[in-house]
């Protein structure tokens, strides 16, 4: 039935001119209104690989509590030092072992997780 089917991914945020800054400014991720649906506040982001995710406006909006956006990276230490640079906080979980620069290391794929404005969990990861 969807074969064909160019599916997207779409997630809240509770303000999408904070979440167009964060994601265009601190993560070089473009993104552009949706056309034809400016007054509704929604944000189309343009990703590698034509990919494209829908950002939309929620007034009671709550964060996800999961990872929503996983981006690879060949070097980890690398992402997580630029992130760190731009203002961004990495998140520790206690289920996993972090090292001190916030990186969960060892039998996964190397990574290292941070929150949007919103609050949604985003992650780098780099294949161990």
């Known amino acids: 039935m969807f074969t064909n089917t160019k599916a997207f991914s779409g997630f809240s945020v509770d303000d999408t001119e904070v979440a167009r800054s964060f994601y265009s400014e601190t993560l070089g991720i473009r993104g552009s209104d949706v056309p ?23 007034p009671d909006h709550t964060p996800a509590s999961f990872t929503i956006l996983n981006f690879p990276v060949d070097d980890i230490d690398a992402a997580v030092d630029e992130l760190g640079r731009r203002g961004v906080r990495l998140l520790r979980y206690d289920a996993f ?6 990186v969960v290391r060892g039998e996964y794929p190397l990574v290292a997780w941070f929150t949007d404005p919103a609050g949604n969990v985003l992650s780098v990861v780099q294949d161990a």
């Open 97 to 102: 072992e972090h090292d001190e620069k916030g």
């Open 36 to 58: 034809g649906m400016e007054k509704y506040g929604l944000l189309t982001l343009h990703i590698a690989g034509d990919q494209d995710i829908l950002v939309y406006p929620k």
